[in-house]
Each structure stands twice: as structure tokens, then as C-alpha cells.
């Protein structure tokens, strides 16, 4: 008899299955015998946000065409580059995404599906695949897969409680009741996980806002590293579930970059590693791999345009200014919060710690193998998820492509916090990052040709990124609204749900 394995996501369990081996009979399967009335097909579109196209399940047969055919849907309303003269897509179903509805009313399924041409071959321009053939020409030049994770951070913005405050700045891993929305997060967590998100976990932030009427207070939930695809699959999912969980509660979840002026900002951090084999390569001795340099130094080449994807509005950048744990200078260091790359903590000694605190249990054996990830600290809650980690892919393939990426690398090393006073003659060298989106569009239409190298991004993705970005107007924005209260606020609910 096999051996029941623990799952989160509802039909793996009930299948015994992992969801990468989903196939259609098994979802039919599930469907029929779990009495679902409704599928719904899930699709990133241009603008980064998860749309959805809703099937009543009306018979087994009916269900086997939507599965195995999919649908068509208006691409011209989904994608700004597509002629509305001709503008049909199919969207097609990605078996291995199924998930169980948390939220519906009646029971269903949810589904993440890949866009189509008339033809029959990939859309380009569809976010989902710019990474897939990112991710692609990536393995293709170094035989490495690129593995991601993300750290999604949030605002929950609810009636200001009396009770067990919390002091500004200060909210960093407190537990309920100084933390409000533990049980929002925790409840958010659990759903995010039967939807197939890998969780590493959650836990409040820094961030605690009070004003006369209301307050803010800051989580985080940060995954596990898998396949960049997958990744930026579940936080789409993810950022979706988070903001059903605020409805649900009455208040309002924003991922926005900044909320208030001289608070902590919401940031998008993603730790990278490369694996050959299912094996990292991030460490040689007991330090960095070459390779793992030469990705830092793609990341450090591309960093001013990859804003472009990962910081897409205004207020984006009243976050990344000094002094507010977010990068300015375009250099990398270990463990520092104030750099743009950051090499954390890894888990050389895991063994030795753990043996240490429990001296009872010294014969055991333990499985944690030395890893270790490199950090991208600039991205925000604005970003096009799919577009963003596309880009790092073509940066860390730039790495590997450069003369002398190691050396660029060790150029651009500072020792400790870059914006500390003993390291200013390093900061005259060291690039800064765009002030404005005008800025990223800019350095976006400098470095295009690096990302529609080898097909990788559309021109035409290209264009409309620049275009959107530069249509915001927004250079010298923090001169211009310096002291300006009112406006500021303006700006910051403009952009609240970005």
C-alpha cells in the first residue's frame, strides 16, 4: 500500500501526488468526486495583475473540452501591444497549478493557464512566457537552473486600536497583541500553502504606523526557493490570497513601496541561487563560488534598468532613499541591508549550532546541507513579478557572458553599511540607482538590447514598459513634493493598490 504523503494543497493530498505529475484525468477525477461547481482559470496578464475567467461545471464533457482545449479571450484588453483588429488568444490550462478555491462560495478549482497565438504557438509578449525563455537561454549558456524566492512584505490598514501599541519603527517580529493582524497573516499563510506556495515563513516587520484615525502595521511572508517560474507563479497567487484574507477582515493589504514619508517601505526582496542538479553552486570553500560572482556582477551591470521592471510607479521611489534599510548605490556586500546585493547568513554550520543547543540529542544525524543565496533588495510590491526575474535571469547570463565578471564583482564589494561615513570615497564610484520611473525608462532603452537579446524580451514588451513608465512624468518628483503633505498623500492612495 503507498505510503500517504503530507501535502497542503488539497487535491495532491487526495490524489497522493505531487502537483508537476497533475494530469487532466486526475483533475476530472477530483472535480467529479468532490462535487466541484465551478473552474476557474487564473492568467497573469500585461499589466502583472491575475485575472479570471469563471466555468460553471455543467457535465464531464464540457469539463474535458475546457481542460483539454481551454478558451479565448480578448488579448487587446489584456495586453496594450495587441491590435484590437485582431486580438483572440487561447488561454490554456497548466495542470500542475490546480489549486482549491479558499474562497469561492460554491466549491472550485483555480488554475494558472499560459497564453496562445491563433496559431498555436506561444505568446510572446505574455509575462509567464518572457521568463520561461529567460530562464532558458540562461541554462542554455551556463547548464545552471536559476532558483528564486521571494519576500513578500505588506501593510495591513485598519481603525486605529488603543489596545497594546506598538512604537514606530519597532514592529520587527513582535507577536499578537502588539502585532494586530497575526491571525490574518497566519490565516493567509495556510491558504497560500493548499494553493501550492512553498512558505519558508511569516512573521510582523518593521513598520508600525499610527495617525489620528488609523493604523498600519507591516508583515512579511517569505518563500522557499524553487524554479524562478514557480516562484513568481505563487507570488502572484500569493499576493491575490493576502488581499481576499484583508477583505475578508474588513481592511485594506497594500503592497505599495512607500505609504508614508519617513517609515519604513514595502520591499520585494529576492534571494537567487544556481543549482546544477538539483546541487548549489554558490560556494566554493567556505566562501562565494566563482559562479555565484558572476551572477552578482550581471545583477550589479543590469541593476539601474532592472528598476524598469521591479520599481513601476512614482512612489516607488520614495522608497529607495538613505537610511531606510533600502539600497541607493549599486555595489554588494555580506549581510548589510543598505546594499544593493546582499550575501545573508547560509547554513555552513547548521550541524554544529544544532548539536549545540540540544546536547541530549548530539547522535542524531542531521540533514542540512551548506546554502547559500545571493539577495536583490531593490524590487517592490509595484513590480511585474514575471518580467522582474525574467530580467534577473538576463543579468545573471550577462555575468557569465562578461570579461572579467569576477574582478567587476570584486570592484564593486564594500565592507559594512556603503552609506557609513569611512566608505563615502567608494560611494563616488559606485553607480547610483534611478531616481524616478523617467529615470528607469531611460536606463531601460540603454540596456534593451541585453534583454531582447535572443528573443528573450519582445521589443514590443520593451516599448510598452518605457512608454508606461515615461508616461508618469515624474522626474525631480521628490524636489517637487518636498514638504508638500497633502500632495504626498494624494499620490500614495493613487497608488495604493499598485
Avoid at 129 to 143: D, I, M, P, Q
Wanted: with cysteine.
Amino acid at each position: 500500500m503507498p505510503v500517504k504523503k503530507i501535502m497542503f494543497n488539497k487535491i495532491a493530498s487526495f490524489l497522493n501526488k505531487e502537483p508537476a505529475a497533475f494530469t487532466k484525468k486526475d483533475l476530472s477525477r477530483y472535480i467529479r468526486e468532490h462535487g466541484v461547481r465551478m473552474l476557474n482559470f487564473r492568467y497573469v496578464a500585461g499589466d502583472s495583475r491575475l485575472k479570471t475567467l469563471n466555468f460553471v461545471v455543467n457535465d464531464e464533457k464540457y469539463l474535458d473540452r475546457v481542460l483539454s482545449a481551454g478558451e479565448r479571450v480578448d488579448g487587446s484588453s489584456l495586453f496594450k501591444n495587441i491590435d484590437a483588429s485582431s486580438s483572440d488568444l487561447y488561454v490554456l490550462p497548466r495542470y500542475r497549478t490546480a489549486f482549491v478555491n479558499p474562497f469561492s462560495e460554491v466549491p472550485a478549482v483555480d488554475i494558472l493557464c499560459s497564453f496562445y497565438n491563433p496559431d498555436g504557438s506561444p505568446f510572446a509578449s505574455a509575462p509567464e512566457n518572457v521568463l520561461k525563455r529567460a530562464h532558458s537561454e540562461f541554462n542554455k549558456k551556463t547548464g545552471f537552473d536559476f532558483h528564486a524566492l521571494g519576500e513578500l512584505e505588506y501593510y495591513v490598514v485598519s481603525q486605529k486600536d488603543p489596545l497594546y501599541p506598538t512604537a514606530a519603527q519597532k514592529g520587527y517580529h513582535e507577536a499578537f497583541p502588539f502585532s494586530k493582524w497575526e491571525g490574518l497573516r497566519c490565516e493567509a499563510m495556510n491558504a497560500i500553502a493548499e494553493a501550492g506556495g512553498r512558505i519558508k515563513y511569516g512573521h510582523a516587520e518593521v513598520g508600525f504606523i499610527r495617525t489620528e484615525d488609523a493604523e498600519m502595521t507591516q508583515q512579511e511572508i517569505e518563500f522557499l526557493p524553487t524554479d524562478c517560474a514557480e516562484s513568481a507563479d505563487q507570488l502572484a497567487v500569493a499576493k491575490w490570497i493576502v488581499s481576499c484574507v484583508g477583505r475578508k477582515y474588513g481592511v485594506t493589504v497594500t503592497f505599495a513601496p512607500k505609504i508614508s514619508i519617513g517609515h519604513a517601505g514595502s520591499g520585494l526582496h529576492f534571494h537567487t541561487c544556481l543549482l546544477k542538479k538539483g546541487k548549489s553552486v554558490m560556494l566554493s570553500g567556505s566562501g562565494l563560488s566563482p559562479e555565484a560572482k558572476k551572477a552578482i556582477a550581471g545583477f550589479l551591470k543590469l541593476a539601474q534598468s532592472l528598476t524598469a521592471f521591479g520599481n513601476t510607479v512614482p512612489t516607488s521611489y520614495f522608497r529607495l532613499v538613505p537610511h531606510q534599510e533600502a539600497p541607493i548605490n549599486v555595489c554588494w556586500g555580506y549581510r548589510n541591508r543598505s546594499a544593493l546585493v546582499r550575501v545573508p547568513l547560509g547554513w555552513q554550520k547548521a550541524v554544529d549550532m544544532i548539536k549545540d543547543a540540544n546536547p541530549a540529542s548530539s547522535r542524531e544525524i542531521y540533514g542540512v546541507k551548506p546554502s547559500q543565496t545571493v539577495e536583490f533588495r531593490s524590487a517592490d510590491g509595484s513590480a511585474n513579478v514575471h518580467l522582474f526575474l525574467a530580467g534577473l535571469c538576463c543579468a545573471a547570463r550577462l555575468g557569465f557572458e562578461m570579461k572579467d565578471s569576477v574582478k567587476y564583482a570584486d570592484e564593486h564589494f564594500v565592507e559594512g553599511n556603503p552609506l557609513h561615513s569611512k566608505n563615502k570615497t567608494f560611494q563616488g564610484r559606485f553607480p547610483k540607482l534611478p531616481a524616478s520611473c523617467h529615470e528607469s525608462a531611460q536606463e531601460l532603452e540603454k540596456d534593451r538590447q541585453i534583454y531582447e537579446a535572443l528573443g528573450v524580451f519582445p521589443p514590443a514588451v520593451i516599448d510598452g514598459v518605457i512608454k508606461k513608465l515615461k508616461s508618469y512624468d515624474d522626474r525631480s518628483l521628490s524636489e517637487r513634493l518636498y514638504g508638500k503633505e497633502e500632495e504626498i498623500k494624494k499620490m500614495v492612495a493613487e497608488y495604493l493598490y499598485c
